[in-house]
């Protein structure tokens, strides 16, 4: 079983920058895909990045692409987020999960069902 724990979320002003960090640990995370999602209020969640577990394929949402870097570092157990030009439409809370689902599964399919494992939150608040 893997824990996650989110951190890095804070309030930014747009065309701001951060890096949103995904602590794992209990588990053998170099098994798992990871993945980013987010949920504004009154909002479903959505997906938003996702990296494979050598940290060699990467896939995002059509709203982030260009601007946000999924990254991982399997020996410190570490996830990243580098968020860069936010938005204020990039304000939610933002979640990291783990999967053993498939690559293709996940990518065909980005829905937060196919996720075993979930952090509590982290908030991002992009002023303007």
């Known amino acids: 079983q893997v824990q996650l724990v989110e951190s890095g979320g804070r309030l930014v002003q747009a065309g701001g920058s951060l890096r949103l960090s995904c602590a794992a640990s209990?588990?053998?995370?170099?098994?798992?895909?990871i993945g980013w999602f987010r949920q504004a209020p009154g909002k479903e969640r959505e997906f938003v990045a996702l990296?494979?577990?050598?940290?060699?394929?990467?896939a995002y949402a059509d709203s982030v692409k260009g601007r946000f870097t999924i990254s991982r570092d399997n020996a410190k157990y570490l996830v990243y987020l580098q968020m860069n030009s936010l938005k204020p439409e990039d304000t939610a809370v933002y979640y990291c999960a783990a999967t053993s689902s498939s690559w293709s599964t996940v990518v065909s399919d980005p829905q937060s069902r196919w996720y075993d494992y979930w952090g509590q939150g982290t908030q991002v608040t992009v002023s303007s």
């Open positions: 990296i494979n577990r050598s940290g060699s394929m990467t």
């Open positions: 209990g588990g053998t995370f170099s098994r798992y895909r």
